[in-house]
């Protein structure tokens, strides 16, 4: 069994930051990609950023220039570097990684998602 946990969300103003991180646990033999996903209100979820095991990154050009994801993979963890944050970035935020576990198993994992919201 694998497990995503976040943390790292809140409330701040817009304009302000905020670090999000998500830790995988359980039988894992390795992770491939890793990443972030939002879902406001009323919308569908959509990709904030991914990164590769080996550091290659994509990221929503609504959120160029300002979140960077990055990841340590001895710790199994990623994370999400938001700044200039704006009203329009609230949401739930849910850590997503394809992992291989121990067994042979594949799959892709959520995270439980973490609350951001931007106030204006």
């Known amino acids: 069994q694998v497990q995503l946990v976040e943390s790292g969300g809140g409330l701040v103003q817009a304009g302000g930051s905020l670090r999000l991180s998500c830790a995988a646990s359980?039988?894992?033999?390795?992770?491939?990609?890793m990443g972030w996903y939002r879902q406001a209100p009323g919308k569908q979820r959509e990709l904030v950023a991914t990164?590769?095991?080996?550091?290659?990154?994509v990221t929503a050009d609504s959120v160029k220039g300002r979140f960077t994801i990055s990841r340590n993979n001895a710790e199994k963890s990623v994370y999400l570097q938001m700044n200039s944050l704006k009203p329009e970035d609230t949401g739930v935020y849910y850590c997503?990684?394809?992992?291989?576990?121990?067994?042979?198993?594949?799959?892709?994992?959520w995270g439980q998602g973490t609350q951001v919201t931007v106030s204006s």
């Open positions: 990164i590769t095991n080996d550091g290659a990154t």
């Open positions: 359980g039988s894992i033999s390795s992770i491939n990609d």
């Open positions: 997503n990684a394809e992992v291989f576990e121990v067994w042979g198993r594949r799959g892709a994992y």
